[in-house]
């Protein structure tokens, strides 16, 4: 039994070459995130476990016997290697534009100190986004852009004062406001493009419309502003590639207009709406990146910067959710009233016949689901004792629901799910976890948010923690 761990900047690393000494490690229960003012942050271990045995580590460390009702909380393993594999996928594909990852997506320590030591860039939309990001002590201020093109007036003083040059705004107001309180920052232009094909349609919200743009650049130039260039963003859960190429068209149109208007653009910055790894169909990252990466190149010479804001990509794939069956309610159908609806002509569809308790839900991991639009497929972790992680379950498959643990209705994470029949302390698991889950998760009816756990199934990534 062999078990390797060292410090390097505070950091755990803990190459585990067998499993029970991980259990021992879990068995702790050592918090990850616990900061005083007195003591540094101190930082979980990062692992060197392949996701499956990273969930057989961790149920292996409960104590059945044991009275600690936080024991069998859900949790997340988060695989930092396919963080890594993913910004090589970018590297690879778009080797011109840089990502400059969307904070708000997921905030994650690890995955920003991962992230920040690969020189990747933050897409920041509030004050204390930019502070988290200055804090890791490893970001120069360059490597931030503030987008977020309506700014409370305190934020827009302290990206000044930690000398955040880079902001968007798309409306006259916003520019009086800059004027005022970051007079020599870098405006980039935010314009509305067509996002129709998105479930996130961002340009309900923000995007100065192209007739518009020449107003706003006659504004910024009236008031001595340094406009540098133009953003877009086609909408989060794009799913058409073409939508980016004829966005960057948008964008071409008013780098021209900037010119009549005195202002020599350098600076574009194409957005979010990237899909995960996990998309292998319809809209994927390849087919982004060739439409993208080939209308840039054509439309923008090499002495333009050109920048991304890539979230969901980055960390999608990345997280895998395990959760706990706290209980069951079997499902009591009116037989005459089905055999009647049948009768009638009416579709015949199975109805559930267990509805399955959760200990994570809408108000927690799962508010991806209201906010996102993600569909969230359950799978048997742990079922009678035995571990099941992508294996073949025995037993016939039902009907079934699947709710958080609150009291309130909408708490649903599954209205139809396949399932053999699940008992109470049972486990199920989500992948496909990492986007906008943890980073919305409240504490709503007394449920703590779910622990995260990490691992690396890539061992460069050691290198950069």
């Given at each position: 039994m062999i078990d390797v761990s060292f410090q390097q900047d505070q950091?755990?690393?803990?190459?585990?070459?067998?499993?029970?000494?991980?259990?021992?490690v879990l068995k702790t229960r050592v918090k990850s995130d616990m900061k005083t003012s007195s003591s540094p942050l101190v930082l979980p271990p990062v692992h060197t476990l392949p996701i499956h045995e990273m969930l057989q580590?961790?149920?292996?460390?409960?104590?059945?016997?044991?009275?600690?009702?936080?024991?069998?909380?859900?949790?997340?393993?988060?695989?930092?290697?396919?963080?890594?594999?993913?910004?090589l996928r970018w590297k690879a594909l778009l080797p011109r534009i840089e990502p400059f990852f969307a904070m708000k997506c997921n905030p994650d320590p690890m995955v920003l100190r991962l992230l920040a030591s690969l020189g990747v860039g933050f897409d920041c939309a509030s004050?204390?986004?930019?502070?988290?990001?200055?804090?890791?002590?490893?970001?120069h201020p360059n490597r931030i852009i503030y987008a977020n093109p309506c700014k409370q007036n305190a934020f827009v003083q302290y990206a000044r004062r930690n000398s955040v040059m880079m902001m968007t705004f798309d409306n006259a107001e916003e520019l009086h406001k800059i004027k005022r309180f970051h007079p020599d920052a870098h405006l980039v232009l935010r314009i509305l493009t067509d996002d129709s094909k998105s479930l996130c349609k961002l340009g309900l919200k923000f995007g100065a419309?192209?007739?518009t743009t020449g107003y706003l650049l006659a504004t910024a130039r009236e008031l001595g502003l340094n406009v540098i260039g133009v953003s877009f963003h086609v909408g989060s859960g794009c799913f058409d590639a073409n939508a980016f190429g004829e966005?960057?068209?948008r964008a071409r149109r008013v780098f021209d207009q900037a010119t009549e208007h005195g202002y020599h653009f350098r600076f574009l910055d194409v957005g979010g709406g990237f899909p995960s790894a996990h998309v292998t169909d319809g809209i994927t990252f390849e087919k982004v990146a060739a439409i993208l990466g080939s209308t840039v190149d054509a439309l923008f010479g090499p002495e333009v910067r050109v920048i991304a804001e890539p979230g969901r990509y980055y960390v999608g794939s990345a997280f895998t959710l395990a959760t706990q069956v706290i209980a069951r309610r079997t499902i009591?159908?009116?037989v005459a009233a089905q055999d009647k609806e049948e009768e009638e002509g009416k579709e015949d569809k199975e109805q559930p016949a267990h509805m399955y308790y959760?200990?994570?839900?809408?108000?927690?991991?799962?508010n991806c689901i209201m906010f996102d639009h993600q569909v969230c497929e359950p799978q048997v972790l742990l079922k009678d004792g035995a571990f099941a992680y992508k294996q073949e379950v025995d037993g016939e498959r039902g009907m079934a629901s699947v709710w958080g643990p609150t009291c309130d209705s909408i708490d649903c994470i599954s209205t139809r799910a396949r399932l053999p029949l699940?008992?109470?302390?049972?486990?199920?698991?989500?992948?496909?976890?990492?986007?906008?889950?943890?980073?919305?998760?409240?504490?709503?009816?007394?449920?703590?948010?779910?622990?995260?756990l990490y691992t690396t199934t890539e061992p460069e990534v050691v290198l950069h923690l």
């Open positions: 950091f755990e690393v803990v190459p585990t070459l067998v499993q029970p000494a991980l259990v021992d580590a961790q149920h292996q460390s409960f104590d059945p016997e044991s009275e600690d009702a936080e024991a069998e909380n859900a949790f997340f393993v988060a695989d930092l290697g396919e963080v890594y594999r993913q910004h004050k204390n986004e930019i502070q988290t990001v200055l804090d890791l002590g490893t970001v419309p192209l007739d966005a960057v068209v009591v159908h009116d959760i200990n994570d839900g809408m108000y927690g991991s799962f699940m008992e109470t302390g049972d486990w199920m698991y989500f992948e496909n976890m990492g986007a906008y889950t943890i980073t919305a998760a409240s504490q709503f009816n007394g449920f703590r948010r779910s622990e995260v």
